[in-house]
């Protein structure tokens, strides 16, 4: 069992939808990052996140510490939404870097 | 922001490579990922104050270097086709927020 899973591993929408992807994980964590990489191209981070709520534009991240569970959620989709969405986590408290465990990604298509 | 150099490589089998990363001012970390085509990016190693101080599941002919004036290196030798990927390097400050290259990616052929 990963450490980090996503749901769903794909995802269609129209233009317009609002859109959510999921994140559990199994790890004690200090924060999580939602990340977005575009096809055969680098990874940009969207956000990094220890409780509550961050919005930046359409996209907004809502994490719940106690149950291991974060969402991306991305309102009025749009194509150039179009991207692979990791989430990830750094080690448990006492690791000695700060390395990321990724999760699967969801794969988003947002058709207009 | 951070920088890699160059954009994309070809090698061939059995040569030796080096990738650059040019970190965001002021971090002191940074960490080399490789992202093989269609999966998510594995942890290489993670440079602090310009000593390793973590590495992942690779042999040692991957090696780095970080220097004082925010840039790294991954240097990788006798490059065996399973080596062809993305490589991603990310700064951070600490344990903060790490912050991603665009990647160069290596063809080995």
């Known amino acids: 069992k990963n450490e980090v899973e996503q749901s769903p591993q794909n995802l269609t929408a129209q233009e317009g939808e609002f859109i959510t992807i999921n994140c559990s994980y199994s790890?004690?964590?200090?924060?999580l990052h939602w990340l977005q990489q575009h096809p055969g191209g680098g990874i940009v981070s969207l956000f990094m996140l220890s409780s509550g709520k961050k919005k930046h534009g359409r996209l907004i991240a809502t994490i719940n510490i106690q149950e291991k569970h974060s969402s991306l959620h991305i309102t009025a989709s749009h194509p150039r939404d179009s991207a692979v969405y990791i989430c990830a986590v750094p080690p448990p408290y006492g690791g000695a870097t700060n390395k990321l465990i990724f999760g699967t990604g969801t794969l988003l298509a947002v058709q207009p | 922001g951070v920088t890699q150099s160059p954009t994309h490589l070809i090698k061939t089998r059995g040569q030796q490579v080096t990738l650059r990363c040019s970190s965001q001012?002021?971090?002191?970390?940074v960490s080399w990922y490789q992202q093989a085509l269609g999966q998510g990016p594995q942890f290489i190693f993670q440079?602090?104050?310009?000593?390793?101080?973590g590495r992942g599941n690779f042999p040692p002919r991957f090696s780095g270097l970080q220097f004082p004036n925010d840039s790294s290196e991954l240097n990788v030798n006798a490059l065996e086709l399973d080596d062809s990927a993305l490589y991603l390097c990310?700064?951070?400050?600490?344990?903060?927020?790490?912050?991603f290259g665009p990647g160069t990616r290596l063809t080995v052929l």
């Open positions: 790890v004690g964590i200090s924060a």
């Open positions: 440079y602090y104050r310009e000593e390793e101080n």
């Open positions: 001012s002021g971090h002191n970390t």
């Open positions: 990310a700064s951070s400050f600490s344990r903060g927020e790490q912050f």
